[in-house]
């Protein structure tokens, strides 16, 4: 199994580097393609990296590892993704973090399948930081990824991804949840960044009973 990365920034990145130690291929897609490939050398030879549409025609499932607010441009590099899974892991904030900038009405998963209606696309990770990805920094606690899409297939086979990343996976229902947990997403960067929790800050859905 190959999973697609597009993105090479702190998430993209982290994702990459847990995958590949937990024994999964990647592939590492960014318009700038020397930016993929010098991230993927670094990686080791599980990694490869290139081009978006390269990087993307390798796997089926691909995991949209960019701001929003350059999702479109970073999907249109992307190439035909009909068929694919695509897993948004975006929360659509401001510019200094502290709001969003979609909400109550719609998602950015949802507008990311707006321009993609072939794929589909799940919403998962982001509620996470990260400086969570590296297994290491999880070790002895259940952390969570809530995994929202409305296709059953393809949610099963990002919670899967999750489980094998040493993630929790929490089934949350249909993609226009995704409505509901950017504000998680949002209130977590609350937590981390300007109410003094740091980077380990991550949400949990518990069963009182």
Do not use: C
């Amino acid at each position: 199994m190959t999973i697609a990365i597009i993105g090479t920034g702190n998430m993209g990145s982290g994702i990459a580097r847990l995958l590949v130690s937990k024994g999964i291929d990647v592939a590492i897609g960014h318009r700038d393609p020397a930016k993929a490939a010098a991230l993927a050398g670094e990686i080791g030879p599980r990694a490869q990296g290139g081009g978006s549409e390269a990087a993307a025609s390798l796997a089926d499932i691909v995991i949209l590892a960019v701001n929003y607010g350059t999702a479109e441009a970073a999907l249109k590099g992307a190439g035909d993704l009909t068929g694919k899974i695509v897993v948004d892991i975006s929360n659509p904030i401001t510019p200094d973090y502290k709001a969003l900038v979609v909400g109550h009405t719609t998602s950015a998963a949802e507008e990311i399948q707006k321009l993609v209606p072939g794929a589909r696309v799940v919403k998962a990770f982001n509620t996470i930081f990260a400086q969570l990805m590296p297994s290491e920094a999880r070790e002895g606690r259940d952390v969570q990824v809530f995994v929202a899409g409305d296709d059953e297939a393809a949610k099963k086979a990002v919670s899967d991804l999750a489980s094998s990343a040493g993630f929790a996976p929490v089934d949350a229902g249909p993609l226009s949840n995704a409505r509901y947990l950017e504000p998680v997403g949002e209130i977590n960067i609350h937590f981390g960044f300007f109410l003094g929790w740091g980077t380990s800050a991550a949400p949990a859905w518990l069963k009182a009973a």
